[in-house]
């Protein structure tokens, strides 16, 4: 199974600014199938991302610890631990997921597109 790692740099987020990090997140975003995330499902480290967001961001927000912005979309349910209900139907073929990885974390977002970039 695939191993599923943050490529930031070994000197960690808090070495880069703002925006050559959020292109490094721009640049590690990617389309992702159910079987590479399903054991993260299991570990409980996948965080669902409300289509509404700009997945970038929000992987901005966790990696810079903006917790009033996490807990904001935490609160309108924009952000949530993946549901068992979600994961199956992720797990029929039934969505196209797109993620990007925040250790411990994993956000995905459920999209027909691709997320925007900036």
């Known amino acids: 199974m695939t191993e599923i790692s943050s490529n930031l740099p070994e000197t960690g987020p808090d070495s880069l600014d703002d925006d050559t990090l959020f292109a490094e ?69 039934e969505a196209t997921l797109w993620a990007v990885v925040t250790p411990p974390w994993i956000l995905v977002q459920e999209s027909d597109e691709a997320p925007v970039r900036h």
Not at 58 to 86: C, F, H, K, P, Y
């Open 25 to 93: 997140l721009v640049g590690q975003t990617a389309r992702i199938e159910w079987a590479e995330l399903e054991r993260f499902f299991a570990k409980g480290q996948i965080l669902k991302i409300a289509p509404t967001l700009d997945l970038v961001d929000v992987a901005m927000a966790v990696v810079r610890d903006r917790a009033e912005s996490v807990n904001a979309w935490q609160e309108a349910g924009q952000i949530d631990a993946l549901d068992t209900d979600t994961a199956r139907r992720w797990a029929a073929g």
